[in-house]
DNA sequence: TCACAAGGTCTATAAAAGAGACCGACAGGC
DNA sequence: GCCTGTCGGTCTCTTTTATAGACCTTGTGA
């Protein structure tokens, strides 16, 4: 209950700074989780350090571009470290940092959010393409 | 404190069951989340009922066609509603249904983190182009 | 008569994502 | 020795999305 001020709140004080669009830190890190791997990527780092292969093996229909890239992007922001072990082949492991532990509980009150709502969209999603 | 299971385990029941990536709803619904725009619309729309033209004062740098298409989807997935009122020149006023009300509290979450860490993130970035 | 408002649509261009071939170094089978 | 496979990528090419911004319609008031 003590989730702090609400959105509305939270938006109308940010119009009232005289809001700039480009330092708005909402934006900012919510255009990085929407970008349609990182969410997955998280998830899959939950349990624990894991490999390149065994990420991709987890989320098969990712591209390695993607997936490399997201992990990059992730290590930038602070959220995972890469550790390479120069063997041969080579091993590189990756994991979530503190930062991007912490980042585990609000994402998964979006995760049931979503399993909970999922029919209820799904259903509305019907309703509207039977529409005229 | 009672999240339900956490994302690691949560993860894991998925791959158990032979998980299609296609029926995710994780993906179906946080994919839409990520759409740039989309979080700042519903909020927006967190404090009550608002016109197209509102929305669009509010948010400066959307385009009105990307605005126009969050909104519809946002109308197909069942978050919002669209009435229009058959005035001259048009007026439409866009609101929040219960079901895009019941993703404020975890959305507000997920900002709540993203204020919080905005500057960790932004540290970061610096140290990670400033490597070798 | 003219400009302007609201809530869009349409088009042309730029950015991003996806598929999948390729790479480099070694290990094991034959 | 030679061929094959593994790991963690990168590179190129094609398709998909997003963005900017011009245009549209129907009235109103100056």
């Known amino acids: 209950?003590?989730?702090?001020?609400?959105?509305?709140?939270?938006?109308?004080a940010w119009q009232d700074l005289g809001f700039d669009?480009?330092?708005?830190?909402?934006?900012?890190?919510l255009?990085?989780?929407?970008?349609?791997?990182?969410?997955?990527?998280?998830?899959?780092?939950a349990g624990g350090t894991r490999r390149f292969g065994a990420i991709h093996r987890v989320i098969p229909d990712i591209s390695k571009r993607m997936l490399t890239q997201t992990l990059r992007d992730l290590e930038r922001d602070g959220l995972v470290t890469r550790r390479v072990f120069p063997t041969s082949p080579p091993s590189v492991e990756y994991s979530l940092t503190p930062l991007g532990g912490s980042l585990l509980r609000p994402l998964a009150g979006l995760v049931d959010w979503a399993e909970r709502n999922h029919p209820a969209i799904r259903a509305a999603r019907t309703r509207f393409q039977a529409e005229p």
């Open 1 to 12: 209950m003590t989730d702090g001020p609400d959105l509305a709140e939270r938006f109308a």
């Open 21 to 29: 669009p480009h330092h708005c830190p909402v934006r900012d890190v």
């Open 31 to 45: 255009s990085h989780l929407g970008d349609k791997w990182t969410t997955l990527i998280i998830a899959s780092l």
